[in-house]
C-alpha cells in the first residue's frame, strides 16, 4: 500500500525559509510523478511542483518559480521542497501526491496523497 507521509510545515515570518518532506513507501517509484499541492482555507488545491522520480525533471507554479525547489533523494525515497522568501500568501496546507506517469498540474489525475502539513506566514 503506498503511503506520502509529510513534515516540516510550521509557522514562519515572511522571507523565511521552510523544508517540507514527503515519506514515499509502498512500492518503487521510478516511474511515477511526484508533486507538491497547497490549499488555503476557501480555495481549491493548486499545483506548487512536481519532479519525475527517474530523471528529475521539475515543473513549478509561476506563483513560486525562482523561491521554491523541489527535489527527490532516491536512497530516502523522499521528495522535498524548499521554500524560500516565504509570503503570507504561500499560507496553505501542503499535500504530497504521486501519480504513475508523467508530472500534471490536475491533482484529480494523482491517485496517491498525504495528510498535508500546515505552512503559516505571517506578515
Known amino acids: 500500500q503506498v503511503q506520502l507521509v509529510e513534515s516540516g510545515g510550521g509557522l514562519v515570518q515572511a522571507g523565511d525559509s521552510l523544508r517540507l518532506s514527503c515519506a514515499a513507501s509502498?512500492?518503487?517509484?521510478?516511474?511515477?510523478?511526484m508533486g507538491w499541492f497547497r490549499q488555503a482555507p476557501g480555495k481549491e488545491r493548486e499545483f506548487v511542483a512536481a519532479i519525475i522520480w527517474r530523471g528529475g525533471s521539475t515543473f513549478y507554479a509561476d506563483s513560486v518559480k525562482g523561491r521554491f525547489t523541489i527535489s527527490r533523494d532516491n536512497a530516502k525515497n523522499t521528495v522535498y521542497l524548499q521554500m524560500n522568501s516565504l509570503k503570507p500568501e504561500d499560507t496553505a496546507v501542503y499535500y504530497c501526491a504521486a501519480r504513475f506517469g508523467t508530472a500534471v498540474v490536475d491533482p484529480n489525475r494523482y491517485a496517491y496523497w498525504g495528510q498535508g502539513t500546515q505552512v503559516t506566514v505571517s506578515s
Open positions: 509502498g512500492r518503487t517509484f521510478t516511474r511515477y510523478a
